[in-house]
């Protein structure tokens, strides 16, 4: 059986992929910051593991990983705290779970960013920018190591109730998705390995989630 290890377990998508992953049958171990977030991962049949990335250095962090086959790194600021929190968590986050991973001896690792294109049309500030700027900063550090690694930019995220379709591709139009669709097409992703090292934007669509993720891992 195998163990996903979820950093941003606590959050609305990592929670939905926590559910789908223990339903089909794997162990999720979830990290998450806050006391009280243990409780709702556990609702979701997950392991809690308490910890922040703010304070935990690679090989803190690897030791909460060993024996995982797979990470997900679904955690971000969401605009709190400013840049330096943002710098903190998508930024020099995602480098410390990178390099933990690889010191836990695990090579599969995908991580959740942004449509290039949001609020592209809008007036932004510049913490958006900085976040955007951050995120991509992110995208080549990881494209750029040695792990089996897949990035995952959705559209505009919604709470609505997933549909189980969706729009998938290296280049689409930039639109809304749900998180429910997002943690689907996660957990197809870690269900088909042979996704590897590519980038995919995702938005709601018209093909179900299974067959969008195997046309991925057959172009």
Not at 114 to 126: D, H, I, K, L, Q
Request: hydrophobic share 45%.
């Amino acid at each position: 059986m195998s163990t996903v290890f979820i950093i941003g377990g606590a959050g609305k998508v990592g929670r939905r992929l926590a559910r789908i992953l223990t339903e089909k049958g794997l162990a999720v171990h979830a990290l998450h910051r806050q006391p009280e977030q243990a409780q709702l991962i556990r609702l979701q049949g997950a392991k809690p593991v308490s910890g922040s990335l703010t304070e935990l250095d690679a090989a803190a962090l690897a030791t909460m990983m060993r024996g995982c086959d797979v990470v997900v790194f679904s955690a971000g600021a969401g605009g709190k705290g400013g840049p330096e929190m943002t710098n903190a968590i998508d930024g020099e986050g995602l480098k410390t779970a990178a390099e933990a991973a690889a010191l836990a001896g695990i090579s599969r690792f995908l991580l959740v960013s942004a449509f290039p294109e949001a609020s592209r049309n809008e007036s932004t500030s510049a913490s958006f920018e900085n976040y955007m700027r951050v995120k991509k900063q992110a995208e080549v550090m990881l494209a750029a190591s040695s792990l089996d690694w897949v990035i995952l930019r959705p559209g505009l995220l919604l709470d609505d109730k997933g549909s189980g379709y969706v729009r998938a591709g290296l280049a689409i139009p930039y639109g809304e998705v749900t998180r429910d669709n997002v943690a689907a097409t996660l957990a197809e992703i870690i269900a088909q390995p042979r996704v590897s090292r590519v980038i995919i934007e995702l938005t709601d669509g018209e093909v179900p989630v299974r067959k969008a993720v195997q046309q991925m891992a057959e172009s």
